[in-house]
């Protein structure tokens, strides 16, 4: 994007401008700079920097003086590099002056959202869960409209995620507290427990821990890795209830607890890297609406041709999870070709 402004002028190639802005080491070296849109493109860059090592100052001088569109990047970049460096708060702050872009950099800064020291799922988080959420909400007031409400599911879920996956742990205890946010507890949950159980008929087992039998325990996980999904819904669940989930994926979260537990279930097996379309059938006929189209959902993701099911929700959420399975598998194969 930057670089639109710059082609507008009379300048060197794009790599010598890279070179060039890198060679900056100040934001007197950007204001040396001959070119206006390469003056602006090193604030930017010095916001980012700034960013990176969590210089709040910093960022607010780099950004000074930038206008519409090019203040926005500043805060986007600026948002996004304090987020990789575990400064929520800030970044936040940071995207909620992001307008256009503050969706994206609101994102960029709940992958970057670190584990909080002195949790356990083995105690009641419910104040420290409480508290972050107040932290969420501070930050972005100002934000454009409707980015708080999709920030506070977004990084809940990541919070709750930090809390269990990966750790080692299936105890349900700080899940099955959880005031605010159960939801999104019973996902983090339900992903470690899978993960510990390491089976395609994991669910019953799991089940049998929450409801207060033995839980699997194994060795955490610094960096957990799992398969995400895209978003899917489909409009006749349109105004069902929904949690974001992990990797910018969406959930259905119906009212009934023991029923989203299953469904939180079932998005764990699929999370599992090598569950396959096995593990979701015994569900594609429940009677229970939010876990058969689940089911239906993530049967097809796995590699299933769909469940020859006359139910047109259950067919809809198929055909749009073929329509996203290819679309993986492009995107996997183009990632595996290797570039001349």
Partial sequence: MIWL???????PSAQDLEQLLSAQESLEDCARMPLEGARITCQVTQAARAGA???????????????????????????????K???????????AQAKDFARNCVTHAA?????????????????????????????????????????????MARAWFNLYVGSGSADP????????????????????TTRLLDSETAIPQALACWSGGPCPTGAPLLQPKGRYSTPIVVPATETHPHVAGFGGSIRLAPAS??????????????????????????????????????????HVLAGGEGSASDEST????????????????KRDKRAATPQR
């Fill in 53 to 83: 090592v969590g210089d709040v100052a910093g960022v607010e001088a780099a950004c000074e003086g930038l206008v519409d569109i090019w203040q926005y990047e500043c805060r986007f970049r600026a948002g996004e590099e304090l987020g």
């Fill in 257 to 298: 607890a023991e029923e989203d537990l299953t469904v939180a279930l079932l998005e764990g097996q699929f999370f599992r890297e090598s569950s396959s379309m096995s593990a979701f059938v015994d569900h594609l006929d429940s009677e229970r609406d939010a876990v058969r189209w689940t089911a239906c959902k993530l």
């Fill in 173 to 192: 205890t700080a899940a099955r507290t959880a005031s605010g946010y159960a939801a999104h507890a019973r996902s983090a949950w339900a992903i470690e």
């Fill in 85 to 95: 460096a575990g400064k929520t708060d800030a970044a936040l702050r940071q995207c």
């Fill in 5 to 11: 402004l710059l082609a507008c002028e009379t300048a």
């Fill in 111 to 155: 992958w970057g959202l670190p584990k909080r020291e002195g949790l356990s799922p083995s105690q009641d988080t419910g104040p420290a869960m409480a508290e972050f959420e107040a932290l969420v909400r501070t930050a972005l007031v100002g934000a454009p409209e409707g980015v708080a409400p999709e920030a506070v599911d977004t990084l």
């Fill in 314 to 329: 259950c067919a809809a959420y198929e055909a749009l999870a073929l329509q996203t399975r290819k679309r993986m598998q």
